[in-house]
Every structure is written in C-alpha cells, then in structure tokens.
C-alpha cells in the first residue's frame, strides 16, 4: 500500500500498464480505492462467458462422467467467475449496480452456473 496525497499521479514501469488495467474505486471524500487487474484474455467478454457457463449446465446434465480435462476446465471456469466477474461487480457497490441495471441479470446467471460448479466440486 502506498499513501499518496490527493492529485498526486504514478506511472506503473515497463510493460505493466499494456498487461494490466488499474482502477479506482471512490470511497468517501477522504478515502478511495485502487486496485490492479490483468487486462482481460481472449473471450474475456460477457459473450464468451455466458456461452461457457450453457456449456457447462448442460454438459453436465447431460454426462455425469468427469475427466481430468473436465474437473480442471470446470474449476478454472469456477475461479474465473468468481474472482474476474462476480466479486468484481459486487466490490463496486450499490450505487454501481444502481447506475448499471444491465447486468443484474448477467450476474444473476453467472452466480447460478457458480454456484452449479460449487455443487460439482463438492461432490468430487
């Protein structure tokens, strides 16, 4: 953590900033937030994770038969839905969810093919 006074600027060296997006979140008058993401991956879009979670409730309803490559996709899936997009929209807040009324429902799916793939790993 670093403490930088209100308006100071920071430049993050060499190639970080092509490989990763920075934010930051407003707190109250006195405090914010920053925080340092990877720059999303090829499919990293709501499209290609919508797609991926129909694959993943139907294929599993369909074969109950696991395989390495499945159980290490599944919990792959399961991490970057968690960390990537859930906890991502649930960090910025009401007033964010608010203003953005779009993704109720995206996020709604994305926590029930979640919480679909939480019930795979326990039962592994």
Known sequence: VVHGPSGSIYYLLDDFNHQHEHAVLTGT????YSSTHRVSRKGGTWQAIREKCRKV???????????????RFQ?????????????????????????H???????????????????VTEDI
């Not at 409730?57 to 159980?71: C, P, T, W």
């Not at 009324?101 to 019930?119: A, D, G, N, Q, R």
């Open 75 to 99: 919990q792959q899936f399961w991490t970057e839905l968690e960390f990537e997009w859930i906890r991502q929209w649930y960090i910025q807040g009401q007033e964010h969810a608010r203003l």
């Open 29 to 32: 008058a006195q405090l914010r």
């Open 57 to 71: 409730l139907n294929n599993d309803e369909q074969n109950q038969i696991l395989s390495v490559k499945k159980v």
């Open 101 to 119: 009324p779009y993704w109720h429902e995206p996020i709604k799916f994305m926590e029930k093919c979640w919480k679909k793939l939480s019930t």
